[in-house]
């Protein structure tokens, strides 16, 4: 079993920045995609960036990238995303995930977090 937990969400200002991470542990092995979806109230849930943690490779949705930055922090073991310039439209339950499948689909998860509300005012 792998448990994914993450932290950092909040109420911020437009224009503001937060910084989201996510922390995997159990059998990660076979799990090496960790990536970070949103859902707003009504809407579907939407790739926002993923990693793979094994070669570092980076990918972004359109909506955030210049904006949003996913890292790893190989000293807590953790995946981060650095969220900047945010935007209302960024208002949202974000999850993390990890899994080995296809990185923009939710499909490709095996494991989920709670989520974690970000909320942005204008």
């Known amino acids: 079993q792998v448990q994914v937990v993450e932290s950092g969400g909040g109420l911020v200002q437009a224009g503001g920045s937060l910084r989201l991470s996510c922390a995997a542990s159990?059998?990660?092995?076979?799990?090496?995609?960790t990536g970070w979806f949103r859902q707003a109230p009504g809407k579907e849930r939407e790739f926002v960036a993923a990693?793979?943690?094994?070669?570092?490779?980076?990918y972004y949705a359109d909506s955030v990238k210049d904006r949003f930055t996913i890292s790893r922090d190989n000293a807590k073991n953790t995946i981060n995303l650095q969220m900047n310039s945010l935007k209302p439209e960024d208002t949202a339950v974000y999850y993390c995930?990890?899994?080995?499948?296809?990185?923009?689909?939710?499909?490709?998860?095996?494991?989920w977090g709670q989520g974690t509300q970000v909320t942005v005012s204008s």
């Open positions: 995930a990890v899994g080995g499948g296809t990185y923009y689909s939710t499909r490709g998860y095996d494991y």
């Open positions: 159990g059998r990660t092995f076979g799990t090496s995609v």
């Open positions: 990693i793979n943690r094994n070669v570092g490779r980076t």
